[in-house]
């Protein structure tokens, strides 16, 4: 089904799709044609019900899954014209679980282990904006909106850009980090060079050194700063849609692990709108 592989490749390149992209679609187009072979371009609903499954039997993370099913959607939308065959929403979320999360007494024992502040700030940020690595390695210097409190964040592989919440806790901190900063690189994390920016990479070590010397044993991920920000707002009362725009999710249903973490959800931890402007200083 080499064709079907070669209509795609088509398809994404004039739709501007980045060459990231581009590839990870293509993977999963040939891992669908080397199961289906021919019917590849005829399937329904309950064959890729069984074909996801199948990827959850094989321990395949939820971005995986979902990457695949945008890769096929894209096909059968863009390449053969047809509707979507993939099963409704919420199928596989249900399914695969997120792989953990940090207690809010270990993300400050993992920050204070991070001695370099230019590392423990994107870590921090990781966590209290809800961002992905990659976004955070590509912050710019006027990313950061200190009058409104809001980061801009940029999808690193071209995509849209979305707007999430700039911590009180973190904004002393990044302000100080800017002030003091005595290069002209455009990024808030700069890298070697003068036109590249930390590396994801990068960003793990410090992570991995945080995390053995504060002596958590968990088989922890840097993903789980993203997914603890998620879990302690939704046990602190915040909307999942507000959540979901935060962390830049388009699928509703995506939401719905983190839901199923959020066990210490509390009313008495939501912020009275008096505490956001009553006594505030001038």
């Avoid at 739709?15 to 199961?35: E, W």
């Avoid at 929403?89 to 809010?104: A, C, M, N, Q, T």
């Avoid at 423990?120 to 809800?130: D, T, V």
């Avoid at 958590?216 to 789980?224: F, N, Y």
Wanted: proline fraction near 4%; include cysteine; hydrophobic fraction near 35%.
């Amino acid at each position: 089904m080499n064709d079907l592989v070669e209509a795609t490749r088509k398809q994404l390149r004039e739709a501007g799709r980045s060459p990231k992209t581009a590839n990870s679609y293509l993977s999963h187009i040939r891992r669908l044609t080397g199961v289906f072979g021919g019917e590849s371009s005829n399937l329904n609903e309950d064959a890729l019900r069984k074909y996801f499954e199948a990827l959850v039997d094989e321990g395949k993370s939820l971005s995986y899954i979902n990457q695949a099913q945008s890769a096929i959607r894209f096909m059968y939308k863009h390449v053969l014209k047809k509707d979507n065959p993939l099963p409704g929403p919420g199928l596989i979320s249900k399914k695969v679980p997120l792989h953990g999360i940090f207690s809010r007494e270990e993300i400050k024992e993992i920050f204070a282990n991070v001695h370099e502040l230019k590392y423990r700030l994107a870590l921090m940020l990781i966590y209290s904006s809800g961002l992905r690595v990659g976004e955070a390695t590509h912050l710019l210097r006027d990313s950061v909106d200190f009058d409104n409190m809001v980061l801009t964040v940029t999808d690193p592989e071209g995509g849209n850009s979305r707007q999430t919440i700039l911590a009180r806790s973190t904004a002393d901190i990044l302000r100080y980090y800017i002030e003091t900063r005595t290069d002209s690189s455009p990024w808030m994390f700069p890298g070697r060079g003068k036109t590249s920016c930390v590396s994801p990479r990068t960003i793990q070590r410090a992570f991995a050194e945080a995390m053995l010397a504060v002596g958590i044993e968990k088989r922890a991920t840097l993903g789980w700063l993203r997914h603890s920000f998620a879990v302690h707002l939704l046990e602190d009362g915040t909307d999942r849609k507000l959540v979901q725009n935060l962390l830049g999710i388009s699928t509703p249903s995506m939401i719905t692990p983190y839901m199923k973490l959020a066990t210490g959800r509390d009313a008495t931890r939501v912020l009275s709108p008096a505490d956001r402007f009553l006594g505030k200083k001038n």
